[in-house]
């Protein structure tokens, strides 16, 4: 386990929320909706997230329409952040 990726990832609620959300892979209109989050947001923490490679795009080069899904890495690190914060 990664404790520094750890740490990033539970010092921000939006990406606890995203990274828990991504249980099943959904595209940023998807979070958005069903964490009631903003554009910016959401796009911020999946910068984030994506560079720490937590998650990833799995239709990377489409512009519009882009999907994400946890890495392995992000799975574990989600599940031990729920360990923390079982309640987001």
């Given at each position: 386990?990664?404790?520094?990726?750890?740490?990033?990832?539970?010092?921000?609620?939006?990406?606890?929320?995203?990274?828990t959300?991504?249980?099943?892979?959904?595209?940023?209109?998807?979070?958005?909706?069903?964490?009631k989050?903003?554009?910016?947001?959401?796009?911020?923490?999946?910068?984030?997230?994506?560079?720490?490679?937590?998650?990833?795009?799995?239709?990377?080069?489409?512009?519009?329409?882009?999907?994400?899904?946890?890495?392995?890495?992000?799975?574990?690190?989600?599940?031990?952040?729920?360990?923390?914060?079982?309640?987001?």
């Amino acid at each position: 386990m990664d404790a520094k990726k750890l740490s990033f990832a539970v010092r921000s609620k939006t990406r606890r929320k995203i990274l828990t959300a991504l249980e099943t892979n959904k595209m940023p209109s998807q979070l958005k909706k069903e964490l009631k989050l903003e554009d910016s947001n959401v796009a911020r923490a999946l910068r984030e997230l994506e560079k720490e490679s937590l998650i990833k795009c799995i239709t990377s080069p489409a512009k519009m329409g882009k999907i994400y899904q946890l890495t392995k890495e992000g799975k574990r690190i989600m599940e031990e952040a729920m360990k923390i914060y079982p309640n987001n």
